[in-house]
């Protein structure tokens, strides 16, 4: 497999002081590289803070900025970042307000997030990000598995942060969105970690794996590879029967198709009409949506589609102006 390294292991810092060098205005890195920060850290409000392994960019370092995160701290290649790089962001962001650290579900992540919180000082809160609706347990997870709806949770929390919002305010903020957000994958080919050198798992031209996670973690099962309709009205019927939409009385939504770092455009966009008119089906309307490559998985062909069920309040969130790497508007 081909790619662009010179050393394995140096690859992460390097990218990294790519990353930092191109948006100087926005983030810049942490001593020692241990994590990525705002270039102008604000800390008369709430710190929001992200992190994990890399290989899912633009997660998280690329919505580090105005209205988004305020640091993010990268683990190696799909390896969850250690306690004291999180406790070197904390410490160097916080201020009186507090911190929120908005964190995966991954075993991994959470412990090390937990770890970092018990050896820091001042205000801290955790909102535990849970919206993948293809798995409840595995290896790698308590549960459900945080993906591509984490980058909807940050983005709203983060444009309450900047309304000086308290702590606490923020927290619940999370907390509702994820429980309003779920998502659902599918990869048409494996991922390759750099250091592995060969694809993370095996799938015939003619399959794909229905339900897969950001790490190329199994999903619900292996079936044949579909047309672009079948796949999203599995997808959406999978998410909007889990949102319990028909209890809960339904509203309109944003929608995020995510790619896995290796679909075209062109194609996503197609899996935005079809996801668009199986919502319609279910009288569910897209109020926003964004279509690209956000959380990715390395160069994984495949995607994710992403439903946030909002009201008027969480759109003025949304719709907040945002200033990082990845978005801004």
């Known amino acids: 497999m081909k790619k662009f390294v010179n050393n394995v292991d140096d690859m992460l810092a390097e990218s990294l002081s790519g990353f930092a060098a191109i948006h100087g205005d926005i983030v810049a890195l942490g001593e020692g590289n241990l994590f990525v920060r705002r270039a102008m850290p ?7 803070i992200s992190g994990g392994g890399s290989g899912h960019e633009p997660l998280h370092a690329g919505f580090i900025g105005t209205g988004m995160l305020d640091a993010a701290c990268p683990g190696h290649v799909f390896t969850s970042p250690t306690p004291d790089q999180m406790l070197a962001a904390i410490n160097a962001v916080a201020g009186d307000p ?6 995966k579900n991954y075993a991994g992540d959470r412990m090390n997030f937990e770890m970092a919180v018990e050896m820091a000082e001042g205000k801290i809160a955790t909102v535990v990000t849970d919206d993948d609706v293809a798995v409840e347990n595995s290896t790698y997870t308590t549960g459900r598995r945080g993906v591509a709806g984490t980058m909807i949770v940050e983005k709203m929390v983060g444009a ?5 919002a308290s702590l606490e ?7 509702e969105v994820n429980a309003r957000t779920r998502s659902m994958g599918v ?4 991922c390759t970690v750099p250091a592995a050198g060969r694809p993370t798992f095996d799938i015939d031209d003619t399959e794909m794996e229905m339900g897969v996670g950001i790490h190329g973690e199994p999903g619900r099962r292996r079936v044949p590879l579909g047309t672009a309709r079948s796949i999203a009205e599995e997808m959406i019927s999978t998410i909007v029967a889990d949102l319990k939409l028909a209890e809960k009385g339904q509203g309109p939504a944003i929608l995020l198709v995510n790619g896995f770092g290796a679909t075209p455009l062109l194609e996503l966009y197609l899996m935005a009409e079809m996801a668009r008119a199986e919502l319609a089906r279910h009288g569910i309307t897209i109020a926003r949506g964004l279509v690209g490559n956000y959380v990715t998985s390395l160069d994984m062909a495949g995607c994710s589609l992403t439903v946030s069920m909002v009201d008027d309040r969480l759109l003025r969130l949304w719709d907040a102006p945002v200033h990082t790497a990845a978005l801004h508007w």
């Open 187 to 190: 990869a048409l080919t494996s």
């Open 98 to 103: 507090g911190v929120l650290l908005i964190v």
């Open 160 to 164: 309450l942060a900047e309304t000086r």
């Open 42 to 48: 604000d800390k008369s409000k709430v710190a929001v």
């Open 169 to 175: 305010d923020c927290r619940l903020l999370g907390v």
